[in-house]
């Protein structure tokens, strides 16, 4: 009887998507709470519990490593009297491929292990690959010793953090996004971080609060795709660049992940990268350049960089 009461407790675990998309998760890697927040997009003491009900359960086992709580599949969870259990659970998830909410945290994992393979400072890889110090960071900043003091205008800002970077080789920053509590969020940092070079202005992409060629260099990161217009916004972003200035986008890759429409606001799945290059041509600019930034193995989105000069 103990056994079929087990059973049953274990099945009533089970019971729960919110619990089976966490065992999919853990099932490819371990991963901390706040990676795991954000690949499932759960608030932290949510997914806290569920991981302490399956810890509970002997399916999730907890690591420790630098100070910090890594979660995974228990050893055994496939084996003994799981064994069985787990062959429908990998069916299962097999056949789950195409729920949109799989999909959503199939490309959120792939992110975080993404941004875990750039970070040499906690994923050195092997001996001979770990170099103390190393970091895309800094040799990001590095190039910025590189180059003259400009005017730059980060288009579609977000929370501020390329605008700051940005900032350290910039003469001077205009931030511009629609969204006030956004902008709010980005100007606290930059006053914790006591920069000074940056106005910050409310805006929309397709009508710039900024005056004709007032800038160097206009970048677009991550934005293009939120534009229900994206020529009249690449146009308004050559419009406040000087004579001579450069136009820089980074964007994505056109894909088939429907659910950042919904989850993210989404208004294109990305762009074709013979799109991009004509749209930038269309906005008057030459020397259009379109390249791979960041592709990865089983990640569905691909980062496409453009840029383009406005004539003389």
Not at 112 to 126: A, I, M, P, Q, W
Not at 241 to 251: A, E, N, Q, S
Not at 261 to 273: H, I, K, N, T, V
Request: aromatic share 6%; glycine share 8%.
């Amino acid at each position: 009887m103990d056994v079929i009461s087990d059973a049953a407790a274990l099945f009533r675990l089970l019971g729960d998507p919110t619990r089976l998309r966490l065992l999919r998760v853990v099932a490819r890697d371990r991963f901390n709470v706040t990676e795991l927040t954000g690949i499932l997009g759960l608030a932290q003491s949510g997914v806290s519990r569920h991981l302490g009900l399956l810890k509970d359960a002997g399916l999730v086992a907890e690591d420790r490593d630098a100070g910090y709580a890594y979660y995974r599949l228990a050893n055994d969870a496939r084996q003994n009297g799981h064994a069985s259990l787990w062959a429908l659970l990998d069916a299962q998830f097999a056949a789950a491929a195409d729920d949109k909410n799989v999909q959503a945290d199939e490309a959120r994992l792939q992110e975080v292990l993404r941004l875990r393979k750039e970070n040499f400072d906690t994923h050195g890889g092997d001996g001979r690959q770990l170099v103390p110090g190393r970091s895309w960071a800094a040799w990001a900043r590095a190039l910025g010793h590189l180059m003259s003091p400009l005017d730059v205008a980060d288009l579609g800002c977000g929370e501020g953090y390329l605008t700051l970077e940005a900032a350290r080789w910039a003469r001077s920053v205009i931030a511009i996004d629609h969204s006030e509590p956004v902008l709010a969020r980005a100007r606290a940092l930059a006053a914790r971080r006591r920069v000074k070079n940056i106005t910050w202005k409310h805006g929309e992409l397709t009508a710039l609060p900024i005056h004709d060629a007032s800038v160097d260099l206009a970048l677009l990161s991550q934005a293009l795709h939120h534009a229900p217009d994206p020529s009249r916004a690449l146009a308004e972003a050559v419009r406040i660049v000087r004579p001579g200035g450069t136009l820089l986008v980074l964007d994505l890759r056109q894909h088939d992940q429907v659910w950042v429409r919904e989850r993210l606001g989404d208004q294109r799945l990305g762009f074709p990268d013979e799109e991009l290059e004509r749209l930038l041509r269309g906005a008057g600019l030459e020397d259009v350049r379109v390249q791979v930034g960041t592709r990865k193995t089983g990640d569905p989105f691909t980062v496409l960089i453009a840029s383009g000069r406005k004539p003389s």
